[in-house]
């Protein structure tokens, strides 16, 4: 149950898929929202959550790593085409790889920056900075690389998105179900452990 | 009653501390009534304050424009009185972005708040040449006691240079933005030049 199978995923990989998607959505849309605010106030406050949701993905992120490469990859549908296979994987691997390099860039812009405002995460705990070049040009390199890429990356999400909507609405195969219980709905069965 | 013979101890402890170090000081007789009377706060001063943030470091900076005026009372350092008043406008820090961050109304709102006014309510003698400054702090509407500790730094025939440093709460002002990743402590250190008016 907690732990990946040849056929299904575990609760564990299941979680790390939906608590990590649901932030990353989240910090699209506060990343979105808060350089457009006027209210200096407001907009302080939601950089520093954008920050604190940004350290927590990427630590996140690497837990799943580990927990991923702990545990066995269930085997693709037979439904999938070849074709449909090798898309899927690519955009695994870039959204895998978004998981890190987004948060990193948005790491190096509160590095980089001459405000040098700390960053605190949660109020709890405080992040060093990057041992990178601090300059008004540097912190508007790592803010269009992490905006850019963060965007990038959401529109492989919504892909993402779409083929499980696809297959479940269309196909109406378990790709999508697979992903939101620990069991494979058709094989109802239980799983050797 | 009780007030006065706090003062003539104050005085005469000071006075012979004072002969016991063989050096000038402030509060001698000579010397009290050498420097009493009325000043202009000149704009040599300087009025520089941090705002320390969590990790190290903090923001530090200064007001460009001020000014006050400041009587000193020889014969009862208690009624002497201290008028200040800055301009939040002029905050400078060597960085664009924070000074207008500082200006807009998420903190000082100098558009609406153009002053930040001290007026003293107190003036108590703490050591030969230090004294307590409490007084009223007005900014952005809200206004609470301060208080500020000087110290006699310098003095000639027609002008005086006190060093005062205090800390403020600006959460008591509406100006807590910021906390806890920026101190709710603002520290002023401060070199006040007084010209004889």
Redesign the interface.
């Known amino acids: 149950m907690l732990r990946n199978s040849k056929e299904s995923f575990g609760l564990i990989s299941i979680l790390f898929h939906w608590i990590i998607g649901l932030i990353f959505i989240g910090q699209i849309a506060l990343g979105y929202l808060m350089v457009r605010v006027s209210d200096f106030t407001l907009q302080f406050n939601l950089y520093q959550w954008h920050k604190s949701f940004g350290f927590l993905v990427l630590g996140l992120s690497t837990l799943r790593l580990l927990w991923k490469s702990a545990n066995l990859r269930p085997r693709d549908p037979a439904t999938l085409s070849p074709l449909e296979r090798v898309a899927a994987h690519g955009a695994h691997v870039i959204l895998y790889l978004s998981l890190f390099v987004v948060p990193l860039t948005g790491w190096a812009i509160a590095s980089s920056s001459p405000l040098r405002i700390p960053t605190f995460m949660f109020d709890l705990v405080v992040i060093p900075s990057l041992p990178i070049a601090i300059s008004d040009s540097a912190e508007a390199f790592w803010s269009a690389s992490h905006a850019w890429l963060a965007y990038l990356s959401a529109a492989v999400a919504m892909l993402h998105i779409l083929a499980a909507l696809h297959h479940h609405f269309w196909k109406r195969d378990t790709i999508l179900l697979r992903m939101l219980a620990p069991r494979a709905v058709r094989n109802g069965g239980r799983h050797a452990t | 009653m009780e007030t006065k013979h706090a003062i003539l101890s104050a005085i005469s402890g000071a006075s012979i501390a004072a002969i016991v170090a063989l050096t000038p000081t402030f509060v001698t007789a000579d010397t009290l009534s050498d420097v009493a009377g009325r000043y202009r706060i000149q704009p040599s001063s300087r009025v520089g304050f941090t705002v320390s ?3 190290g ?1 903090g923001i530090t900076g200064d007001f460009k424009k001020f000014s006050g005026v400041f009587a000193l009372n020889s014969s009862d350092i208690k009624r002497s009185e201290i008028d200040f008043t800055l301009y939040p406008e002029s905050v400078s820090t060597g ?1 664009a ?2 000074e207008s ?1 500082l200006k ?4 000082f709102d100098s558009a609406n708040f153009p002053t930040i006014t001290f007026k003293s309510t107190q003036i108590t003698q703490t050591s030969s040449d230090t004294a307590q400054i409490s007084g009223i702090l007005t900014a952005r509407g809200k206004s609470s006691p301060a208080n500020f500790q000087a110290s006699l730094a310098d003095h000639g025939k027609n002008t005086i240079t006190f060093h005062v440093q205090g800390k403020l709460l600006r959460s008591r002002y509406g100006m807590d ?2 906390t ?2 920026y101190s709710n402590v603002v520290q002023f250190d401060m070199t006040i030049r007084g010209q004889r008016s």
């Open positions: 943030q969590v990790g470091g960085e972005r924070v961050f807009s109304d998420a903190v933005v910021g806890p990743i």
